[in-house]
């Protein structure tokens, strides 16, 4: 059964604890965190101190994705603010490899993710090390977007990167997960969803996420 990882960018941030109170019973696996910069991505959300309050009321481990250029300028500020897991680009890491073993050094799991339009080959000589690859299946930057079909060819690639090299890493995906592509995405070899308006957006959140983590 695949791991689900409501994302918050979509939740209420004025009943943000109540929230993450109803996360904490619910069949979610991790709490996804998305941090923009306004750089690397045109948007802003959050930074430390919101992540700290967070990190405070969570029972869930926080999955914390870096949409940020020259994430290793705060490696250590994620890992004070409480991260768990540290997901940083491709596209942002000059010395990848340097980025990873750093962020494993602090205690915390090592990431990487891919924009759409990246190819996952990029990876080959670094998967090993990796706790995930996360796949955007939309641009990155804004929630509530439109899952990309074309990425389906993609996951099929990275599964069989995995599974040649029988790696125990973890294919995450991010964007417009829902109920009606959950479970041809899970057969297609993806192993964690983060999923933000599917779960956010219902009536029922809590439900929503055993929906999701049964059609998985």
Do not use: W
């Not at 309050?53 to 994430?71: A, C, F, G, N, Y």
């Amino acid at each position: 059964m695949a791991l689900i990882a409501p994302s918050i960018l979509n939740s209420d941030f004025l009943r943000l604890g109540e929230q993450i109170a109803m996360l904490n019973s619910s069949e979610a696996d991790l709490l996804h965190l998305d941090i923009m910069d306004g750089n690397f991505v045109p948007n802003l959300t959050f930074g430390f101190p919101i992540i700290k309050q967070i990190k405070s009321v969570s029972e869930l481990p926080l999955d914390t994705h870096l949409m940020i250029r020259d994430p290793d300028k705060y490696l250590e500020d994620f890992r004070e603010a409480g991260a768990d897991n540290l997901t940083v680009h491709y596209e942002v890491c000059d010395h990848l490899h340097r980025t990873v073993q750093r962020i494993k050094d602090l205690g915390m799991t090592a990431s990487v993710s891919l924009n759409p339009a990246t190819p996952v080959h990029v990876l080959e000589d670094i998967l090993s090390e990796l706790h995930m690859v996360l796949i955007m299946t939309v641009n990155p930057g804004f929630g509530g977007q439109k899952f990309i079909a074309q990425r389906l060819e993609k996951i099929k690639k990275l599964r069989h990167m995995i599974d040649i090299r029988n790696l125990q890493t973890l294919i995450q995906i991010d964007g417009g997960v829902d109920i009606t592509n959950i479970t041809e995405l899970s057969r297609n070899g993806v192993d964690v969803f983060v999923a933000g308006s599917a779960i956010f957006k219902d009536d029922d959140p809590s439900g929503m996420i055993k929906k999701l983590k049964d059609n998985s």
